[in-house]
């Protein structure tokens, strides 16, 4: 079986063609595989490449390195501080493209299959949540830890909260704790749990049994799996947005960002 490697962004996102499963790793390792905008953007384009692709029937991601994916980039984000506006703007554009990163996952008519190793934390777990299905090795983590740095994971809950009960998804979101990969499956969160290392092999296995499957018919079902559910998921994307926009511009959120940058405690001004 032949397979095809494609690299975009300047390798901050990989894909291995493997048959008809297209794989996408996320490739910062050095940065912990957070959300930058190039990484953004990369994976926006395989997946509307994926999405009409004629020979791609399913979608792994994926990740090298010890963090599957941080969230956000820290970093980025408080670059944009010294923006004539405070970087609202720019804070609104990304957290914008992060959104429709996530809608484009489920629009997409082909399954969507996260592998995880290591940790998923804040927009990482929003990922890992927004795949149509999710695998994790036992020693995987899962976490919406903005409230730690005051910045509530807004839009992380929206994917949040539709795949487990909402007690459980504020537990998460309230308390910012780290959730072992078997509290996480019987959340609802993830699907499978196997053995380190294996994650990626059993979403492989998953991946096959899909791709053999009638495209139409996973299309069609796939679709109406989730309008059933949410009509309405672009305007719950636009209120978290908006929220997300308004936390980053307290004076908390420069406070934790920068406290989470220079590695100190926050020092909360409650404002």
Same mark, same amino acid.
């Given at each position: 079986?032949?397979?095809?490697?494609?690299?975009?962004?300047?390798?901050?996102?990989?894909?291995?063609?493997?048959?008809?499963?297209?794989?996408?790793?996320?490739?910062?390792?050095?940065?912990?595989?957070?959300?930058?905008?190039?990484?953004?953007?990369?994976?926006?384009?395989?997946?509307?490449?994926?999405?009409?692709?004629?020979?791609?029937?399913?979608?792994?991601?994926?990740?090298?390195?010890?963090?599957?994916?941080?969230?956000?980039?820290?970093?980025?984000?408080?670059?944009?501080?010294?923006?004539?506006?405070?970087?609202?703007?720019?804070?609104?554009?990304?957290?914008?493209?992060?959104?429709?990163?996530?809608?484009?996952?489920?629009?997409?008519?082909?399954?969507?299959?996260?592998?995880?190793?290591?940790?998923?934390?804040?927009?990482?777990?929003?990922?890992?949540?927004?795949?149509?299905?999710?695998?994790?090795?036992?020693?995987?983590?899962?976490?919406?830890?903005?409230?730690?740095?005051?910045?509530?994971?807004?839009?992380?809950?929206? /994917?949040?909260?539709? %795949?487990?009960?909402?007690?459980? =998804?504020? @537990?998460? +979101?309230?308390?910012?704790?780290?959730?072992? $990969?078997?509290?996480?499956?019987?959340?609802?969160?993830?699907?499978?749990?196997?053995?380190?290392?294996?994650?990626?092999?059993?979403?492989?296995?998953?991946?096959?049994?899909?791709?053999?499957?009638?495209?139409?018919?996973?299309?069609?079902?796939?679709?109406?799996?989730?309008?059933?559910?949410?009509?309405?998921?672009?305007?719950?994307?636009?209120?978290?947005?908006? /929220?997300?926009?308004? %936390?980053?511009?307290?004076?908390? =959120?420069? @406070?934790? +960002?920068?406290?989470?940058?220079?590695?100190? $405690?926050?020092?909360?001004?409650?404002?």
């Amino acid at each position: 079986m032949a397979e095809n490697i494609a690299r975009t962004n300047e390798e901050v996102l990989l894909r291995e063609d493997r048959g008809r499963v297209a794989l996408l790793t996320l490739n910062r390792p050095q940065a912990r595989n957070s959300l930058s905008e190039e990484l953004l953007d990369a994976l926006q384009a395989q997946i509307d490449d994926i999405s009409h692709s004629s020979s791609a029937r399913v979608a792994i991601i994926t990740a090298n390195g010890p963090v599957f994916c941080a969230g956000h980039d820290i970093g980025q984000l408080e670059g944009r501080r010294g923006d004539r506006d405070g970087g609202a703007q720019y804070f609104a554009a990304l957290f914008e493209r992060c959104s429709a990163l996530m809608q484009s996952i489920i629009a997409c008519p082909k399954p969507v299959i996260a592998a995880v190793e290591g940790t998923a934390t804040a927009a990482g777990c929003q990922l890992v949540a927004t795949c149509d299905l999710a695998v994790a090795s036992e020693d995987a983590k899962f976490c919406t830890p903005g409230v730690h740095i005051g910045l509530f994971c807004s839009t992380p809950a929206v /994917a949040l909260a539709r %795949n487990v009960s909402r007690k459980h =998804a504020m @537990e998460m +979101l309230l308390l910012g704790e780290m959730i072992p $990969a078997e509290d996480a499956r019987a959340f609802g969160l993830i699907n499978r749990v196997v053995a380190k290392g294996g994650a990626l092999e059993e979403a492989l296995k998953m991946a096959e049994a899909i791709s053999s499957k009638s495209i139409p018919a996973l299309a069609i079902g796939k679709q109406a799996f989730y309008e059933q559910f949410d009509p309405e998921l672009s305007q719950s994307y636009d209120r978290a947005t908006r /929220a997300m926009v308004e %936390n980053m511009m307290l004076e908390d =959120a420069h @406070e934790g +960002l920068g406290a989470f940058l220079e590695k100190r $405690a926050p020092r909360w001004r409650d404002t």
